[in-house]
């Protein structure tokens, strides 16, 4: 039977990570600004956030941090300079950051990981259900996921993660679930939690992609969540409480996604998303896939 529970309209966006992986690119530019084509990454994940209708965004920072404010603040001297130069195009690209949302910061000051800073976010998110986006993952905007998961959380309430179906050899850089079918064919629930296991231990090749829609109870257990994995604090942890008894906080269900996917986490895969989404484009696109073939066949 559908319920009825609250809307929602905060996204949270962890995003104080170090970028050791990048290095020594990320040693004085967040990894979240590298450009995926021209646009960095972190504009695509506030895109998606919007386009699902969360206007109220919040990013969790952290030291050296400071340009994904000014990307997301206006640059009056750029603007005038464009703007006398008759080049429309380039400034509406530039004012196009600076009126996505309604973007507001707060500080990580410890790197006690992705649980500690979704709990940072406790302030600003008060007792409403919220959005979390992993900068990491970008997804196509034509493969809607992050409404999908809305939907879902509306109707059933409680927490709903997204999964992936990965092979057994990769599910160790993963969270994995152990799920149950519903009668959405897309759409599991989550009976339990494990991060990142060996592939013998896995309940499952269902993988935690970096998409979560949360029940603000999530806080009340993190605050208790003891540092796991790596010595970190673990969402993976908290979801697991939440998953074993749903009596507080409701269950927890998941949205299985399979539609387009760019991980920008990892260095192959970062270049990979790149070619993928240049090829895609129509600006781009032609030009760049005629290159591309005839570079392969030279390579070939």
């Known amino acids: 039977m559908t319920q009825s529970h609250p ?19 990320t040693k004085a530019t967040p990894k979240e600004m590298l450009p995926v084509v021209d646009k960095p990454a972190i504009q695509y994940v506030v895109e998606e956030a919007v386009t699902a209708g969360l206007g109220d965004v919040l990013m969790v920072t952290g030291r050296n941090k400071r340009p994904l404010e000014d990307h997301f603040d206006r640059n009056y001297e750029l603007e005038s300079a464009l703007q006398k130069k008759g080049d429309a195009g380039r400034l509406a690209k530039v004012q196009e950051s600076s009126d996505l949302a309604m973007i507001h910061y707060v500080r990580q000051g410890d790197p006690k990981g992705l649980g500690h800073a979704v709990l940072c976010a406790a302030p600003h998110v008060g007792n409403e259900p919220f959005a979390v986006l992993l900068g990491d993952d970008l997804i196509d905007p034509r493969d809607p996921l992050l ?53 013998a231990d896995a309940p499952s090749n269902y993988a935690i992609i970096g998409r979560y829609v949360l029940d603000p109870h999530i806080f009340d257990i993190l605050r208790k969540t003891e540092p796991g994995r790596g010595g970190e604090i673990q969402l993976t942890d908290a979801l697991q409480q939440l998953a074993e008894d749903d009596r507080v906080g409701g269950p927890v269900h998941g949205v299985v996604f399979k539609g387009r996917r760019y991980d920008t986490g990892d260095r192959g895969d970062y270049l990979r998303a790149i070619v993928r989404l240049a090829c895609e484009r129509e600006d781009l696109g032609p030009d760049f896939r005629t290159w591309l073939r005839s570079y392969v066949a030279e390579e070939m």
């Open 7 to 25: 809307r929602i309209s905060k996204a949270v966006i962890p995003a104080a990570g170090l970028g050791t992986r990048f290095l020594p690119a």
């Open 147 to 199: 409404q999908r998961m809305i939907d879902v959380q509306e109707q059933y309430g409680g927490s709903v993660i997204a999964l992936m179906e990965v092979a057994p050899e990769q599910i160790h850089l993963y969270g994995c679930a152990a799920v149950e079918t519903t009668a959405d064919s897309d759409v599991v629930q989550v009976s339990g939690l494990v991060e990142k296991p060996e592939a």
